[in-house]
């Protein structure tokens, strides 16, 4: 592998004249096998382990609580009246909103063609699995008789001569949840085909190459089958795009489609969906500046993705920070009091240091990526997209805590989190993590196969042919 | 690599069958020109292996489009229609005998499909979509396959990395070994190798096929015996598994009062030992408070002599027992007083029909139905006491193997003259051994009896008048 020379760090600017390379190093198809099959065959880095234990042990204290909650009800959570929804729809909303990065990287951008997505779609889509297995868990166990959650779903039974009530928002919720959930999952499973195969034909354990054999289908790579299946790529990923909006759309209509004020308004499926992009990508940029140092994957991961990355993080916390603005502009505008109550309540009332946290969180601190060196340095990026993923989980309680003041306000409530609560938000970032780190550790990180089709066909030293970003696909 | 049995390492035996050859290419451009070749020198069955998808393989192999997106457009319209159905089934259609749906109204949205039925809808369209594409996909693939000789081909995993291949069938027409090898040679390949499917083992074991029998007839208990005990009976209690809210800490209705002292020295609640509260005394439940005496007694209002004395006994059951009609109690009936049309010791009558009672041919019919009920049985069709009741119970008091009073004609002069008031009081509290029907009969329908008993003696005993039924 070449060393990085400066010039090809420089690498976002689009001349015509010269394009900029999506894979550094100058690597062949060889060496990106061995570079990302080698995360997976070399012994992990030292520090896996350890992180490995903690998240799994927040995984387990996760799990632990589930428990506590199945056995002792919902009781243990601090939810009351009149805050009946409060830890866990903001658990819910946030995780589902990280994960909308994902499916936004592997189909949106991929219907885009934009080809620099290939080095991060994997791991993207991967990062949307788990977060969604973390948003489900929320309304999963938060219905109170568990033992009949089917009931959610539209089952016959035998004695109950009930079905679910396709007008409620909340069941729309069931369905475009589970949908992308669903969806995601084969995405991100047929796309990992190829590159399982690749594992198939590279594992030297009897284990290995029967699991590995047994994921890859007994796939070939025959041309007969790329040709289809990169048909069924592009369907996915048209079905996806839509889907993908529509998902947190659907979970702004939860607030959106009651009477309340501070919910009942149209901006919140825009202000929900950009939003969730925009939680999204700072956790997938989180996740990969450690991956990429961690595994060596430098010239895959390249700063070009990150700094394109944290240029969408920008744009879509300029949208969040019109949002909120229009959203004061809005209530004030109305003339209605208990609107303007309800705003005036989340900037100025008893919640309004979240209100604080949250606009600075989302609105100030990404606008650092104004300056090209905030953008470009990894470590810092990895701050600044922290505060935004803390930002973006105060936006939804911020939301969520409109509920403390409501109409009558005898019932007035300042809601108090139990240890419950706590704790299964913090395990849930365990079990994301848990999940995660088991991803590096047996699946491909990066979609070997595709980032094949956008490095130049003869990359061995002598390169810059027009070839060099030839379509990702062939349609 | 144990498995792999190549051409130059292992000739193929008896047991083997040439599947093709397969020649391996080392950039893509090599590829896609062999491709052209082949298909120009007039070979049907190839295919060409890469670790990515080609770009231009299709129409230099002269692959055709796939059907897939139009049988993902299928499904996903099928879905769409499914969950239109769905929607309105479950949410709209109540009257079906099996699983019927759940019609009910919430938030003013219309049972109906609605702009609220859109986003289900969406979401079926999306996963059916989904759904028909990856296993479309597959299936169109014809995948999984995990018995593929080309895996088991030492260079073939290279298929996966950073080589190119391109294997001719050896059941296609043009395929001859020698010269297919001649010009993969000459399309650039830099290795030629030939694929052959091992024919040893492809019998299934014996074992298996006992284990698999075995397997098949072990997964049959599970349901046999739900089966068994969902059909049978059990003297044990039913395994309740969640109690749900079935077992609570509550005092129900004929339950012993709490007992707030010990064990051994109870001491209740209250007093009368009884979990349950009687209501206080006057308390009228919601709907019962039937102001109206002409309606719902049959008296003009305030006309109610003054109750008897009553003995403690009386007093005490009546706490309990609804306080019965003025004559309830049997004893020598009541005389008309000639003079005054008064019947001593009781109420003024009503003589007319109180409102909101309305006399018409709707109310006369439904008063000749409920009287053919209720009535007919000791009273007869006709009003003149000889109901089929009436007749049994009289031929066993011939023997002595009952008493009875003989049913009253309804056509008998002291009857004739009562007014209307008197007879629904009659119906609805009893009179000497006829029991009350109060609570059998709503209070319109008395009325109702009491029209259709009025105008069964305006018509005298006349069967042909049509108050008797049909001979049976």
């Known amino acids: 592998m070449a060393t990085v020379d400066l010039t090809s760090l420089d690498n976002t600017i689009e001349d015509g004249k010269h394009r900029a390379p999506l894979v550094l190093g100058g690597m062949d198809y060889a060496d990106v096998t061995d570079a990302v099959a080698g995360v997976w065959e070399k012994k992990q880095p030292a520090i896996w382990w350890p992180i490995f234990g903690v998240a799994l042990s927040l995984t387990l204290v996760f799990g632990a609580l589930i428990g506590h909650l199945f056995f002792k009800g919902v009781g243990v959570w601090g939810n009351n009246n009149p805050t009946y929804w409060a830890f866990d729809i903001v658990n819910f909303v946030f995780w589902v909103g990280i994960g909308h990065a994902g499916t936004l990287i592997s189909a949106i951008l991929f219907l885009f063609r934009q080809h620099w997505r290939t080095s991060i779609n994997r791991a993207a889509e991967a990062m949307t699995i788990f977060a969604v297995i973390c948003a489900a868990t929320f309304p999963g166990i938060h219905i109170g008789r568990i033992w009949v959650f089917y009931w959610l779903f539209p089952v016959p039974t035998e004695h109950l001569a009930m079905w679910p009530n396709f007008r409620s928002p909340l069941l729309w919720d069931v369905f475009a949840v589970g949908t992308y959930a669903t969806t995601s999952l084969l995405f991100w499973y047929m796309g990992m085909v190829p590159d399982l195969a690749t594992f198939r034909d590279r594992s030297k354990s009897k284990i290995g190459q029967f699991v590995y054999g047994l994921l890859s289908l007994g796939w070939t790579g025959s041309a007969r089958n790329w040709h289809r299946y990169e048909t069924a790529y592009t369907i996915l990923a048209a079905l996806a795009t839509p889907l993908v909006l529509s998902v947190h759309t659907v979970v702004s209509f939860d607030f959106a489609v009651s009477q309340l004020p501070g919910w009942h308004t149209t901006i919140f499926p825009p202000y929900f969906v950009a939003g969730a992009i925009f939680s999204g990508f700072a956790m997938v940029v989180t996740l990969l500046v450690p991956v990429r140092k961690l595994y060596g994957l430098e010239n895959l991961i390249t700063i070009r993705h990150l700094e394109n990355m944290n240029k969408i993080i920008m744009a879509t916390g300029l949208m969040v920070g019109t949002a909120y603005t229009i959203e004061l502009f809005i209530a004030a505008y109305s003339g209605v009091g208990n609107e303007q109550f309800a705003f005036y309540n989340r900037a100025f009332g008893n919640f309004g240091w979240a209100y604080f946290i949250m606009f600075t969180c989302n609105v100030f601190i990404p606008q650092l990526f104004w300056i090209k060196w905030c953008r470009t340095t990894p470590w810092f990026m990895v701050i600044v997209c922290i505060f935004v993923n803390i930002g973006m989980w105060f936006e939804r309680f911020v939301i969520l805590m409109t509920l403390c003041r409501d109409f009558l306000p005898g019932s007035w409530f300042y809601y108090r989190p139990t240890y419950v609560d706590l704790m299964m938000l913090i395990g849930s970032f365990g079990l994301f993590f848990t999940l995660f780190l088991l991803f590096c550790r047996y699946l491909p990180v990066i979609a070997m196969s595709e980032v094949k089709n956008v490095i130049p066909h003869d990359n061995h030293g002598h390169h810059g042919d027009e070839h060099a970003a030839h379509p990702a696909t062939n349609h | ?472």
């Open chain 2, 1 to 472: 690599m144990a498995h792999s049995h190549s051409k130059t390492s292992k000739p193929a035996g008896p047991k083997s069958k040439t599947i093709g050859l397969l020649a391996q290419f080392d950039n893509q451009e090599s590829l896609v020109a062999a491709c052209e070749r082949a298909r120009d020198s007039g070979y049907q069955k190839f295919d060409a292996y890469s670790p990515f998808p080609v770009h231009g393989i299709d129409p230099a192999m002269g692959i055709r489009r796939t059907k897939l997106p139009f049988f993902v457009l299928a499904i996903g319209m099928t879905g769409c229609v499914i969950a239109l159905i769905m929607q309105y089934y479950t949410n709209a259609v109540d009257w079906t005998k099996i699983f019927p749906g759940y019609a009910f109204y919430i938030s003013g949205k219309p049972l109906e499909l609605s702009p609220a039925s859109i986003p289900v809808t969406f979401e079926v369209i999306i996963l059916s979509s989904a759904f028909a594409t990856f296993f479309g996909m597959w299936i169109f693939n014809q995948l999984p396959r995990f018995a593929n000789p080309l895996h088991r081909i030492a260079r073939f995993k290279r298929a996966t990395n950073d080589r190119f291949f391109l294997m001719i069938e050896a059941d296609d027409a043009k395929y001859d070994t020698n010269r297919t090898r001649q010009q993969f040679e000459e399309w650039g390949a830099t290795a030629v190798e030939h694929v052959d499917e091992d024919l040893t083992d492809q019998e299934i074991p014996k074992f298996f096929k006992l284990a698999a029998l075995v397997g098949l007839f072990l997964l049959l208990v599970p349901p046999v015996m739900i089966f068994r005990s969902y059909g049978g009976t059990n003297r044990h209690p039913r395994l309740h598994v969640v109690p749900d809210m079935d077992w609570q800490d509550k005092y129900k209705p004929q339950q012993v009062s709490p007992n707030i002292g010990t064990e051994k020295e109870p001491v209740y609640l209250y007093a009368d030992d009884r979990a349950m509260r009687a209501p206080l005394n006057g308390t009228i439940a919601r709907g019962d408070l039937q102001e109206d005496d002409r309606f719902f007694r049959g008296y003009e209002p305030g006309t109610l002599p003054p109750p008897a004395p009553k003995t403690a006994d009386q007093s005490a059951a009546e706490t309990f027992v609804s306080v019965r009609g003025p004559n309830a109690q049997d004893g020598a009936p009541a005389g008309q007083d000639p003079a005054t049309g008064q019947y001593p010791g009781e109420p003024d009558w009503v003589d007319s029909f109180p409102a909101p009672f309305q006399v018409d041919e709707k109310t006369l019919a439904r008063g000749q139905q409920r009287f053919e009920i209720y009535c007919s049985v000791c009273h007869g069709y006709d009003g003149n006491g000889n109901g089929r009741v009436n007749q049994r119970a009289l031929a066993l008091a011939a023997t002595g193997q009952a008493q009875w009073t003989t049913a009253k004609s309804l056509h008998d002069p002291a009857v004739k003259v009562q007014p209307v008031g008197r007879i629904f009081d009659t119906i609805s509290n009893g009179r000497n051994s006829m029991g009350p029907y109060r609570s059998q009969i709503p209070v319109e329908d008395r009325w109702a009896i009491t029209l259709y008993v009025k105008a069964l003696q305006e018509t005298g005993i006349q069967p042909a008048t049509g108050a008797t039924p049909p001979q049976q």
